[in-house]
């Protein structure tokens, strides 16, 4: 059974620094993973998505890895800011029962101090 | 205009109560999600639609309802609300041709008393 996981579940970082989120997943067979940002209370919003062809992706300040055989994937931020504070979620998606699905982590909680 | 769009934004109804939570995409997408949230579970899926005449349940299904009315409108209702349904609901779509990303409505915050 496919299980996403993410640790921390919270973290606090000075402003400026550079962070790594991570985002672990029990079965390699996966069709792509997203990494979201959701702000309290409100909706996700995609930030990046690997195929699972993929290493990683960028956009910006943000860089997501990806490493199938190992489990993993990485949400690194480069120089962080304040307006970076949010929930951060992954979702991985594989072929189960004739159609994609996707599962999501429970997130990381982070917040960047002024 | 946001490309999913779910109403109401807030609602609080009482228990017993026939709800219904409104989703609208201008995407063009055929794919339809239905999701709630709760503090530590994260997103759970309830209902999922692959076009206006196909309708899955989620792993977590009883106690709701869809309606796939149109390709750009999906309907979740609760039967009749009780009070552990109090949670954030999610829309989402997605698309083959997208590599089948997500993209999420605001969420609509149900509040069963």
């Known amino acids: 059974k496919q299980e996403v996981t993410q640790i921390p579940a919270a973290l606090s970082v000075p402003e400026g620094e550079n962070l790594v989120l991570n985002c672990s997943f029990t079965?390699?067979?996966?069709?792509?993973l997203q990494w979201f940002r959701q702000d309290p209370g409100k909706g996700l919003t995609s930030l990046l998505l690997?195929?699972?062809?993929?290493r990683e992706q960028t956009s910006g300040r943000l860089n997501a890895s990806l490493d199938k055989s190992s489990g993993r994937s990485t949400l690194y931020i480069a120089a962080s800011q304040p307006g970076d504070s949010a929930t951060y979620l992954c979702?991985?998606?594989?072929?189960?029962?004739?159609?994609?699905?996707?599962?999501f982590g429970t997130g990381t909680r982070l917040k960047v101090l002024a | 205009d946001a490309d999913v769009t779910q109403t109401p934004r807030n609602r609080i109804t009482k228990t017993g109560k026939r709800i219904m939570l409104e989703c609208s995409q201008t995407?063009?997408?055929?794919?339809m999600y239905w999701y709630r949230q709760d503090p530590g579970l994260g997103l759970r899926l309830i209902y999922y639609?692959?076009?206006?005449?196909?309708?899955n349940k989620g792993e977590i299904s009883d106690g709701y309802s869809v309606s796939r009315q149109a390709q750009a409108k999906f309907s979740l209702s609760l039967e009749s609300a009780i009070p552990n349904q109090t949670a954030l609901y999610f829309c989402?779509?997605?698309?083959?041709?997208?590599?089948?990303?997500?993209?999420f409505g605001s969420g609509t915050r149900l509040t069963v008393v």
């Open positions: 989402a779509t997605s698309d083959p041709g997208e590599f089948y990303g997500y993209t």
């Open positions: 079965d390699s067979a996966i069709y792509n």
């Open positions: 690997i195929q699972s062809s993929q």
């Open positions: 979702a991985v998606s594989f072929f189960t029962s004739g159609t994609y699905k996707y599962i």
């Open positions: 995407k063009g997408h055929d794919r």
């Open positions: 639609s692959f076009d206006v005449k196909d309708i």
